[in-house]
């Protein structure tokens, strides 16, 4: 059974960081492209960035040279670096696979940027 973990999230203010980490399990990891994905109010879920299993990494436009993500095969984690947040940042974020399995969403954890 696929479960899939997030946790890190928070209250921060702009220009702040925080760590996401999303343990996963019932997956062969080391071989899964992993997406972290986030959900603003009002908004559609969106891709932010993904890793494949060979360490190549993709960043949405709007979190590129601020946000890095990485993985740890051995502890089947994904993590997201958020470095310099802004307001428009705040979102559940969530991982998934990419492309996402649609059954096994996660609880997601909330980031919210704001002074």
């Known amino acids: 059974q696929v479960r899939l973990v997030e946790s890190g999230g928070g209250l921060v203010q702009p220009g702040g960081s925080l760590r996401l980490s999303c343990a996963s399990s019932g997956i062969s990891f080391s071989f899964t492209t992993m997406g972290w994905y986030r959900q603003a109010p009002g908004k559609q879920r969106e891709l932010v960035a993904h890793?494949?299993?060979?360490?190549?990494?993709y960043y949405a436009n709007s979190v590129k040279g601020r946000f890095t993500i990485s993985r740890d095969n051995a502890k089947k984690t994904v993590y997201l670096q958020l470095n310099s947040l802004k307001p428009e940042d705040t979102a559940v974020y969530y991982c998934n696979r990419n492309p996402p399995w649609s059954d096994y969403w996660g609880q997601g954890t909330q980031v919210t940027v704001s002074s």
């Open positions: 890793i494949t299993g060979g360490l190549s990494t």
